[in-house]
């Protein structure tokens, strides 16, 4: 997640821990029904079967990762350069300095 955004790393882990501690929650609110439905045997299995799937996601990151980094940075890039010109187009217009953001 941090690498995914350099410019809010803190931001970025918090969401993290977040979204983990609910899903660790929801995990074990889950569970005691269904050891009672599907029996412990059958749990075991669909918990794997869940987690082989949540792979392939990882192997997304991993292939396509570095892809979607570069375009957020170039994205990025450009919204600072479109920054830049439009303050020194109100520079010249008014003869001082504006912040656009």
Do not use: H, Q
């Given at each position: 997640?941090?690498?995914?955004?350099?410019?809010?790393?803190?931001?970025?882990?918090?969401?993290?821990?977040?979204?983990?501690?609910?899903?660790?929650?929801?995990?074990?609110?889950?569970?005691?029904?269904?050891?009672?439905?599907?029996?412990?045997?059958?749990?075991?299995?669909?918990?794997?079967?869940?987690?082989?799937?949540?792979?392939?996601?990882?192997?997304?990151?991993?292939?396509?990762?570095?892809?979607?980094?570069?375009?957020?940075?170039?994205?990025?890039?450009?919204?600072?350069?479109?920054?830049?010109?439009k303050n020194e187009e109100a520079r010249?217009?008014?003869?001082?300095?504006?912040?656009?953001?």
């Amino acid at each position: 997640m941090i690498d995914c955004y350099p410019d809010s790393p803190s931001s970025a882990a918090a969401a993290n821990n977040l979204i983990r501690c609910l899903l660790g929650a929801g995990a074990v609110a889950v569970l005691e029904p269904l050891f009672n439905t599907l029996g412990r045997g059958w749990t075991g299995t669909l918990i794997a079967a869940i987690e082989a799937v949540v792979s392939l996601c990882w192997w997304a990151v991993w292939v396509w990762g570095y892809g979607w980094r570069r375009e957020r940075r170039e994205k990025r890039v450009r919204a600072d350069e479109k920054a830049a010109r439009k303050n020194e187009e109100a520079r010249a217009k008014n003869g001082r300095v504006v912040v656009v953001s």
